[in-house]
Nanobody, 126 residues
Framework: QVQLVESGGGLVQPGGSLRLSCAAS????????IGWFRRAPGKEREGVAC????????YYANSVKGRFTISRDNAKKTVYLQMNSLKPEDTGVYYC???????????????????WGQGTQVTVSS
């Protein structure tokens, strides 16, 4: 059974940084595209960033471009989301998910991702 476990969320002030981790198990991490999604209060889940099986296949939502960076450590079987210059509108539950494909689906829609973690809360507030 594929498992994805997120960690690293918390409360941070505007302008601050957080690094989220997604620990993967029971599959070969670099065989699949991995995406980060978030669900803000009262909103639909939206794709934030995606990393394909080759490192030059990445996708970022316009709202996070230049501030967020997705990366992967195959030895640790972990995908990271480095979030800088955080804004209150970045608040939400962040999920990592595994696609059935090697390349990131564009747009990054939830229907292309069949396995999900439980989520980690990120709150950006002063």
């Amino acid at each position: 059974q594929v498992q994805l476990v997120e960690s690293g969320g918390g409360l941070v002030q505007p302008g601050g940084s957080l690094r989220l981790s997604c620990a993967a198990s029971r599959f070969t991490l670099d065989d699949y595209a991995i995406g980060w999604f978030r669900r803000a209060p009262g909103k639909e889940r939206e794709g934030v960033a995606c990393l394909g099986s080759s490192f030059d296949s990445t996708y970022y939502a316009n709202s996070v471009k230049g501030r967020f960076t997705i990366s992967r450590d195959n030895a640790k079987k972990t995908v990271y989301l480095q979030m800088n210059s955080l804004k209150p509108e970045d608040t939400g539950v962040y999920y990592c998910a595994r696609s059935g494909m090697r390349l990131c689906p564009i747009p990054q829609e939830t229907r292309w991702f069949g396995y999900w973690g439980q989520g980690t809360q990120v709150t950006v507030s002063s």
